[in-house]
């Protein structure tokens, strides 16, 4: 159910300091920390003499100091000392994983580390891009991430989730167009002539009827970006007020997941007090989708292969995203099997 080989959002810049830190990764053990020169390092969460978390030990320098034995690792995993003995003993070493720095966030190769290619990291220029105002949050989801993929490539939930922001019954009475593009689903909805939802009349000025448009654009395993817009009902997109909503979910185990999110807008940029309200509102609306995923989960239990037996129509995006993630996830895995042989 993971894709290996591919960059995977695993922290906020802002997260990494010259301190270890824990984060669990596709079911793997991680402890992160940046070295004296500022490079984000990623090894193995656990000592290679008898288990116990790295991150519960000590950086001395740039090195990690195991706190239970005292053996220490270097930013390379490879072994450095241990205490009361002059050699080292074979297999003194930990696994470290290829991390980028790129857009404001780490990402990390959880795959064959020989095809972690920096060209492949994926293009959130909103992040860092002048031309965009961004806020950031982050949510920690006790569901699968393929369940949240398939939320956000149906928005039609927005209609029952989140009246209160972003939703109403017009998003689910509006039809949707969902198609594969050079290696994307793109789901795409467009809604005329439409009562603004409460956040569009604070986050975009609009109080009379809007048209608005979002189209989630999903690359496996776990990005959505989603375009959006309003404008003025009837008048052309030159009128409208963009914003990109930047959705991240990295498994965190088989049934939890990692959502780093942002939502950037093109205008209005140096307006701190609008900065704070879509903040606050995005959490909230993802605070929303995170009691529905979760619950969601304890619905199907904890077993990966569970079906959905019943199809309508807002289902397009969801059931062309599971098939393009299930697709990368055959060709990786028959990838791997043939070097092997
Ligand atoms: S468990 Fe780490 S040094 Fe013993
Ligand atoms: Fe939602």
């Not at 806020?135 to 949240?148: K, M, P």
């Not at 904890?302 to 129509?313: L, Q, S, T």
Request: with cysteine; aromatic share 10%; charged share 25%.
């Amino acid at each position: 159910m993971w894709l290996r080989d591919c960059w995977q959002a695993a922290a906020y810049s802002s997260e990494i300091e010259h301190a270890l830190f824990p984060r669990r990764l596709l079911d793997e053990p991680v402890v992160f920390y940046r070295t004296s020169a500022g490079a984000v390092v990623a090894l193995a969460d656990r000592c290679a003499h008898r288990a116990l978390p790295l991150s519960l030990g000590r950086l001395r320098g740039d090195d990690v100091q195991c706190g239970y034995h005292g053996m220490c690792f270097g930013a390379d995993g490879q072994g450095r000392f241990v205490p009361g003995q002059d050699s080292l003993p074979n297999g003194a070493h930990v696994k470290t994983y290829p991390v980028v720095e790129k857009h404001k966030m780490v990402w990390i190769w959880m795959g064959d580390p020989a095809r972690a290619d920096e060209s492949l990291v994926p293009d959130i220029h909103y992040f860092d891009d002048p031309g965009w105002a961004p806020v950031f949050g982050y949510h920690r989801i006790d569901a699968d991430y393929r369940l949240l993929n398939d939320n956000l490539l149906d928005l039609s939930h927005e209609s029952f989730v989140h009246v209160e922001t972003i939703g109403n019954s017009y998003v689910a009475d509006s039809p949707v167009v969902a198609r594969i593009v050079d290696g994307t689903v793109r789901a795409h909805r467009f809604m005329q002539n439409c009562d603004p939802p409460p956040f569009y009349v604070r986050a975009a000025g609009f109080e009379e009827k809007i048209d608005r448009w979002h189209t989630t654009i999903y690359t496996p395993p776990g990005l959505c970006v989603i375009e959006n817009g309003s404008m003025p009902a009837g008048a052309d997109k030159s009128f409208a007020r963009e914003r990109r909503v930047i959705n991240m979910m990295t498994p965190e185990t088989a049934t939890s997941t990692h959502y780093f999110w942002g939502t950037a807008r093109s205008y209005d940029l140096d307006n701190a007090e609008l900065d704070e309200y879509i903040r606050s509102q995005t959490h909230t609306t993802f605070d929303q989708d995170k009691v529905i995923l979760e619950a969601q989960q304890r619905s199907l239990g904890p077993d990966p292969e569970y079906a959905f037996p019943v199809a309508i129509k807002v289902d397009s995006g969801p059931i062309l995203g599971r098939r393009l993630l299930a697709a990368a996830i055959e060709a990786e895995q028959n990838a791997s099997q043939l070097a092997s042989v």
